[in-house]
């Protein structure tokens, strides 16, 4: 069967590893993803978006998936730097709503 | 380039008085977004504007809290005899929005008003 990505409130990898973040969502309608990194003190910082049309979208080192149908979402990060150690968060939009739902984050620490 | 601007940054207070915050979008953004956060948490919504109108309210936000975007531009967040439970990080966001090719648009962040009530 299908495995679901479970989301963990911490993750720790070594310096030039692989990262993946997981987000579960709750609303059906949401048609609209996106992916934040909060560094202490700052406010959250957009990283990725989908839309609900999509399955995948790369960006540079980072990639989203979209699964609607079990309503999951993942972050990935290729060769993570010591630079990305941050709290990430996914949020989840209904455009009609216009407002964004965020879920629980993910402490990110990279090891040297 | 000119971020999301929020001012103050930090402050502080007495249980019981009254505190504005204010956010200066990025230029022609016409949506604006309030949230607040709370250590350790995510974002929560309270309100947000088109232009000047006030769509959406959080039942967070209770009727000590008001906001205002009067102009269409910056916007202020008014916290009425403050509690000890108001303290938090007060994060505003804004995005193009408004049109139908403008409406999955991300939010950019200002980086908050940190309150703390004594």
């Known amino acids: 069967g299908e495995s679901v990505g479970l989301h963990l409130p911490t993750l720790s990898v070594q310096e030039g590893d692989n990262s993946i973040i997981n987000c579960a969502y709750s609303?059906?309608?949401?048609?609209?993803f996106i992916w934040y990194k909060q560094e202490s003190g700052k406010g959250p910082q957009f990283i990725i978006d989908?839309?609900?049309?999509?399955d995948k979208r790369q960006g540079q080192r980072v990639t989203v998936l979209l699964n609607k149908t079990v309503k999951h979402l993942s972050l990935q990060i290729a060769a993570t730097q010591p630079g990305d150690s941050a709290v990430y968060f996914c949020?989840?939009?209904?455009?009609?709503?216009?407002?964004?739902?965020f879920g629980d984050g993910t402490t990110l620490t990279v090891k040297p | 380039d000119t971020g999301v601007s929020q001012d103050p940054r930090h402050k502080i207070t007495k249980r019981g008085q009254n505190v504005t915050f204010r956010c200066d979008p990025i230029s022609e953004h016409n949506r604006l977004y309030w949230y607040r956060q709370t250590l350790g948490q995510g974002p929560e919504f309270l309100t947000y504007?088109?232009?000047?109108?006030?769509?959406?309210k959080s039942r967070l936000l209770s009727d000590r809290f008001s906001a205002e975007r009067p102009k269409g531009s910056f916007s202020t967040l008014e916290i009425q005899r403050t509690e000890q439970g108001d303290s938090a990080m007060y994060l505003c966001a804004s995005s193009p929005g408004g049109s139908q090719g403008g409406r999955n648009q991300p939010q950019h962040f200002g980086d908050g008003t940190r309150l703390s009530i004594l």
């Open positions: 504007f088109q232009n000047e109108a006030q769509l959406e």
């Open positions: 949020a989840e939009v209904n455009t009609n709503a216009g407002k964004s739902t």
């Open positions: 989908i839309r609900s049309n999509m």
């Open positions: 609303n059906s309608a949401s048609d609209y």
